[in-house]
């Protein structure tokens, strides 16, 4: 089965262009998740999506960043305009999680590597 | 407040030695769930166990076994007979019940030499 699929891998940008990170999570899971990995903050959560309703984005630096699930299998995370402190890796993942409790473990994307320059 | 705290941030063992990873956290809930996750050089992470609250049985899966002890509020991680392909991020992560958010600790770097 596939994994959860992240694309593109890479991405160099210059600061203030528009950058879209895209993930496919796992068929048949209910909830997406995008964190943002740095040396210096690890891994930061920045929103939560159950059965694609946007359930927490207090994670979200600041209205520059912007994200959607439009149907279950596909979500989008929006960077505009783009600043070099926002370098970072990305991450998406999903899980098999009712909006009752998220115990299950999380399936990880390979991660998109955000370069702005 | 929840927190997890690894305060190793990186160990360095030679092949065929055994290594344990700390993990301290913190919360106030009586119910919750534990996690390690391995972040190889790949950059992907990957699930290794969930352990609930209620349940305080040490598990071994191979070469990977994890200490859980309330009392203490330690959920450590030991490879037995390490190898190099061992050598990874090593993370580990809370969620209270009823909640959503994870929370990672900063992480252990491990390096196993041959």
């Known amino acids: 089965d596939a994994g959860v699929i992240q694309s593109p891998r890479h991405e160099v940008t210059e600061m203030g262009q528009e950058v879209t990170l895209r993930c496919k999570p796992i068929?048949?899971?209910?909830?997406l998740f995008w964190y943002r990995q740095t040396m210096m903050r690890g891994l930061e959560l920045l929103i939560y999506?159950?059965?694609?309703?946007?359930?927490?984005d207090s994670g979200m630096p600041e209205d520059r960043f912007s994200a959607k699930m439009p149907n279950a299998s596909f979500s989008t995370l929006k960077i505009q305009p783009s600043e070099p402190r926002d370098s970072a890796v990305y991450f998406c993942?999903?899980?098999?999680?009712?909006?009752?409790?998220?115990?299950?473990?999380?399936?990880f994307g390979p991660g998109t590597r955000l370069t702005v320059l | 407040a929840q927190k997890v705290t690894q305060a190793q941030t990186e160990i360095s063992v030679v092949e065929k030695e055994d290594v344990t990873l700390d993990c301290v956290y913190e919360?106030?809930?009586?119910?919750?769930?534990l996690f390690w996750y391995k972040q190889p050089p790949s950059g992907e992470l990957v699930f290794l166990i969930r352990?609930?609250?209620?349940?305080?049985q040490n598990e071994i899966s191979g070469r990977y076994s994890w200490n859980f002890q309330k009392s203490t509020s330690s959920f450590n991680f030991t490879i037995t007979a390490s190898q190099v392909v061992d050598s990874a991020v090593y993370f580990c992560?809370?969620?209270?019940?009823?909640?959503?958010?994870?929370?990672f600790g900063a992480g252990t770097r491990l390096f196993v030499k041959a």
């Open positions: 993942a999903s899980s098999p999680t009712s909006l009752a409790g998220a115990y299950n473990e999380q399936f």
């Open positions: 068929s048949g899971h209910n909830s």
């Open positions: 999506f159950n059965n694609n309703v946007p359930i927490d």
């Open positions: 919360t106030r809930d009586t119910t919750y769930y």
């Open positions: 352990r609930n609250s209620f349940d305080e």
């Open positions: 992560a809370l969620i209270n019940t009823g909640g959503f958010k994870t929370i």
